[in-house]
């Protein structure tokens, strides 16, 4: 059985934080269709004013930020006293969970090229402890064929495996295609592509760049006309209640009050900096 795009959705330019130049592919828009994926940004720009004000401190709950780049480096900042910087080719994951500060600074670079997804938090995983991580090339595992290079990022393809999401599944795949492939998605996964770089048909048919497609069941057939990469991010949807507000999401209104009454307070962080 081959997959079906059920839904596409192309990026729109806009701008966030202190004033960052993105496109915002997913969105409160899609939550339902797209669960458990939230928000979705790309970035691509070779003009260092477009991004050089970066994201400064801020706070989150309820999810986890997941943020890859093909180019360019990020520094990520936390209150849990993490500062750490990625290159190209890597993965900075944050669980939100109980609540969590952080700031993104990019530097200065001929490209800078990737995205960040808002992964949703189960219910029950709503307070879990903040905590953050990253996922380099030397810890992931590849998949080679004819006509694509897959890195898998995280969860699994066939018998590669690489880090585990610990509260949702999640299969993340950078898929570096100058050909064709096709790619079994696991039943049940609620299943995206993003084309972040170039031109693809999914089993026949044209998806242009920067744009989000949501699949059926079924296999799936990339192709491409020369190099492209297009990022594969499926999970199972969770069917809980989302109430989002700005950097909080929770499973009710009354919880995501009740954060920003904490934060007026100070009294959100539960964890801090860790001795």
Known sequence: MKAKILERVKGINTSDGAGVKLVRVLSNKTVESYDPFLMLDSFDSTNY???????????????????????????????????KTIGPKSIQWMTAGSGILHSEFFDEEDRLLGLQLWLNLPKHAKMTSPSYKEVLPEDISVVNREGANIRVYSGSLEDAKSDQAKYNPLDFYAIDLNGSVTISPKEGYTVSLFTLIGHIKVNGESVEEKTSVRLSEGDVKLESDGEVEVIWMASPPLKEPVAW?????????EEGNHAFQELSKGTFLKESIQE
């Open 49 to 83: 004013d477009d991004y050089k004000a970066g994201f400064p401190m801020h706070p989150h709950r309820g999810i986890e930020t997941i943020t890859y780049l093909s180019a360019g480096h990020v520094t990520h900042r936390d209150s849990l006293g993490n500062e």
């Open 245 to 253: 507000g700005g950097p909080i999401v929770m499973n009710t209104r």
